[in-house]
């Protein structure tokens, strides 16, 4: 019979392989998560490391800046 298709059975090798395959990539998950997480972990607290840095610099400029202001008036103020 022409267009007739037979129905051929699966190399159990082959259905070995691609349910290995998937069974490692599903037991990977969760580790592959956990690292993800950690890795965004450690980079939050590094900005907020760099921001705390960021903000003591501008705070030391902030405080020299009115120390010498105010020692300036001092000298400049008439003391009698």
Known sequence: MAGETTATGVNPQVTDSVTITNT????EA????MGS???TIGN????????AVY???QANVTYQAASTLGI????????G
């Not at 490692?24 to 037991?27: D, I, M, T």
């Not at 300036?72 to 003391?79: G, P, Q």
């Open 24 to 27: 490692k990539v599903l037991a």
């Open 55 to 57: 903000a003591q610099q």
């Open 30 to 33: 969760p580790a592959m998560a």
């Open 37 to 39: 997480l950690y890795q």
């Open 72 to 79: 300036t008036k001092l000298f400049s103020s008439n003391a």
């Open 44 to 51: 939050s607290v590094a900005m907020a490391a760099a921001n």
